[in-house]
């Protein structure tokens, strides 16, 4: 029997991301001001290329007020189509709250951003014709 994973819940995949983050800081090579993204969404366009979803995570610290961390969760779509007329749905983000605000909060606020990003991504795969990118 071949066995197929099921994808991650993007609240555990948002999760995930934030607690990342969180173990890196404090370390040598840390880092207060950046960015992850992991794919939540993958799907065949019309020409054969790949639309991925992706949910996003902003870190940043307030360097020159109360120095709080925060995070801003958010979404997008991007197709890999070579030469696509239309190829990003564009980023949208909660807005930022403390990196100490309960993790499970902040993953479920970014469902809807994620949501709009599948749907983007499905209409897009069912028009576009754009194919896929074969190295040249
Ligand atoms: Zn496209």
């Avoid at 993007?10 to 991301?17: A, G, H, N, R």
């Avoid at 993958?42 to 940043?60: D, H, N, Q």
């Avoid at 190829?87 to 994620?114: K, M, Y």
């Avoid at 990003?117 to 028009?127: D, G, K, N, P, Y």
Wanted: aromatic share 6%; glycine share 8%; net charge negative.
């Amino acid at each position: 029997m071949v066995y197929t994973p099921a994808p991650p819940d993007p609240t555990d995949v948002v999760t995930d991301l934030i607690d990342a983050h969180v173990r890196q800081l404090g370390g040598q090579y840390s880092s207060e001001h950046y960015r992850l993204a992991e794919v939540v969404g993958r799907y065949t366009t019309v020409g054969g290329a790949t639309v991925e979803t992706k949910a996003l995570a902003k870190f940043e610290r307030n360097v020159l007020g109360d120095r709080q961390r925060t995070v801003a969760v958010g979404a997008a779509a991007q197709c890999m189509g070579h030469g696509c007329a239309d190829p990003s749905s564009g980023e949208s983000f909660v807005e930022p709250v403390p990196l100490d605000t309960n993790r499970h909060d902040v993953a479920t606020a970014v469902l809807p951003h994620i949501q709009t990003a599948r749907e983007w991504a499905q209409a897009h795969a069912e028009r576009c014709r754009a194919q896929r990118y074969a190295g040249r």
